[in-house]
């Protein structure tokens, strides 16, 4: 008797956050500055430079960035309905705007009419997602007095529906043109796209400033908020690259896109601590 | 004997419309409608889970709410102490009684047991009130005055004639609240005579003692293989959720599921003030 709320049998040893795992963010950093100085800039850039075979964005945007997302998601659904943080709700929504505009994105990449609706659907949901991170992290209401699970469940299904239906409806829009250009083939990345990518890109970055302070102001540091962390700054650190970027395919934008996907890596490592019982110390 | 029971149950139809509801919704929906007709059902339970009460409840909303009228047939309470107890959870046997829609019979094992004994008891207020639904307080106490070796024949004697009589039977079995499952349910094949088994237990969990009922069988019919919260409220038994959140609660060592405790880790990782809460 007496395993209710237990992590696990033993007590695990002091975690100590791995430095080396944090590496990646300046390797980023620096390799995008360093593209940047030496690539020639849009109007001069060749296509002999860009790699992007068709599908392979698809399969990499399913597996780092929407199943990943999906799986914080999924844990953000259990955690409000058994502890009722609000802050849960807003996580899982951010989690399943990004997996889900970038699962729809990664598939509509190589269309004939070029790769501006899904630079669109993309970057849109970005924006969407980190404006739900950011209000996460800046959260500071305790958990619902409402333990009814119907209603807890309402309230997940109607954030996590809205949070859908409005990416169906950016992706309608976007397809049929509704939407103002994002990218234009041969100019390059257009003023809106600029702005919408470069907050997407600064809200990332300073959420997971937030959560980091969090963090280390924390006794007892939890290795699952480490990891998110890290998460939220290689997602934001990654879009930020692709704003650089001279066009798709180019290696800035493979540098941001790695970035995302090792960002979309720590995102499931977070939710793998967790369920390992690992994650609180 | 035997073929004749099987020719009473057959021509019942055991059809869905014809189950025996319990009136506790959220039982009755575990037992996908209620109990089958004509079935041996074993209710299973330690002290103060609230056996006798649900068993009553059955009588009592079977007469009142579904026109079935019903027998209880104790050992071990007396007449007056059945009568105040009911009284207390709003139920007025007596009055059921006067309205020829229930009997109230006090008896002995003995008496029971004696060739003939189960006829001679039963056959006059069943064709009184044209009982279809039968509780037997307690197949424990019968057991006391019977050897271990012709306990199962005895019982299995009971049961074919409450079939015979076109009965629905609830039959009470007192147990302990052993975590052990085989320690829980009766020995001597008892099991196996009955129909269905439903069986309530205490559960610790979190330093609170919560009561737990589950449906182990249910022969011919699906029925929820959940373990469900209930309780003993002014009015009876009162069914809630699934202990879903929990795994181990029959071995005595509850502990959340793995996906729950990965849910609670994760709250925990992002909260502020990490108090748990649920």
């Known amino acids: 008797m007496g395993q209710v709320g237990q992590t696990s049998g033993n007590i695990p040893p002091q975690w100590k956050p791995n430095l080396i795992v944090a590496i990646p963010l300046p390797v980023v950093i620096i390799s995008v500055v360093v593209f940047n100085i030496i690539l020639p800039p849009p109007a001069q850039f060749s296509r002999g430079l860009a790699f992007e075979p068709p599908f392979l964005n698809a399969i990499l945007y399913t597996m780092f960035l929407a199943f990943t997302s999906f799986m914080v998601g999924y844990i953000s659904f259990k955690s409000y309905m058994q502890n009722g943080w609000m802050f849960l709700v807003l996580m899982g929504s951010g989690a399943i705007a990004w997996g889900s505009t970038s699962l729809l994105s990664g598939w509509l990449t190589n269309l004939p009419s070029g790769p501006n609706a899904a630079i669109t659907i993309s970057n849109t949901g970005a924006l969407v997602a980190s404006i739900f991170h950011l209000v996460s992290a800046t959260w500071v209401k305790g958990p619902s007095l409402k333990k009814d699970p119907r209603i807890r469940r309402s309230i997940l299904v109607l954030a996590y529906g809205s949070v859908l239906a409005v990416t169906t409806l950016l992706t309608v829009a976007a397809l049929e043109g509704m939407t103002p250009l994002f990218f234009v083939p041969g100019v390059g990345q257009t003023t809106l796209r600029m702005a919408v990518l470069g907050s997407a890109a600064a809200l990332f970055l300073v959420s997971s400033i937030l959560f980091a302070r969090r963090y280390f102001s924390s006794r007892s540091r939890s290795s699952t908020l480490y990891w998110y962390v890290l998460a939220l700054g290689l997602t934001g650190v990654g879009l930020a690259a692709v704003f650089f970027g001279r066009a798709p395919g180019d290696p800035i934008s493979w540098t941001g896109r790695t970035s995302m996907f090792l960002g979309g890596t720590y995102f499931l490592k977070a939710v793998h601590t967790a369920f390992k019982g690992i994650g609180i110390h | ?278």
């Open chain 2, 1 to 278: 004997m035997a073929g004749r029971v099987r020719g009473l149950v057959a021509g019942k139809g055991r059809s869905e419309k014809m189950r025996l509801r319990t009136g506790i919704q959220e039982l009755d929906d575990m037992l996908r409608g209620g109990f089958l007709p004509g079935d041996a059902v074993l209710l299973a339970g330690g002290a103060g889970t609230g056996k006798t009460t649900l068993a009553i409840q059955h009588l009592v909303n079977g007469a009142t709410q579904f026109g079935e009228n019903g027998i209880y047939v104790t050992f071990e309470q007396l007449p007056n102490q059945i009568y105040r107890d009911s009284q207390s959870l709003g139920w007025d046997i007596r009055k059921l009684e006067d309205e020829d829609k229930f009997r109230l019979i006090c008896t002995s094992p003995n008496i029971l047991l004696e060739d003939s004994g189960g006829e001679n008891i039963l056959s006059e207020p069943i064709k009184e009130i044209h009982a279809q639904r039968i509780v037997v307080d307690s197949l424990s106490h019968l057991a006391m005055f019977t050897s271990h070796d012709d306990l199962r024949r005895e019982l299995y004697r009971l049961i074919m004639l409450l079939k015979a009589k076109g009965l629905g039977s609830l039959l009470i079995w007192e147990s302990g609240d052993s975590s052990d499952q085989s320690k829980a349910l009766p020995d001597g094949g008892i099991s196996f005579l009955v129909d269905s088994i439903v069986s309530l237990k205490h559960v610790e969990i979190e330093s609170t003692v919560r009561k737990a009922l589950v449906v182990w069988k249910m022969r011919g019919s699906d029925h929820d293989k959940r373990l469900r919260q209930y309780e003993i409220t002014s009015h009876g038994i009162e069914v809630s959720s699934p202990f879903s959140n929990y795994e181990g609660l029959l071995t005595g060592s509850p502990r959340r599921s793995v996906t729950e405790e990965a849910a609670n880790n994760w709250a925990m990782a992002f909260a502020k003030n990490k108090q748990k809460h649920s």
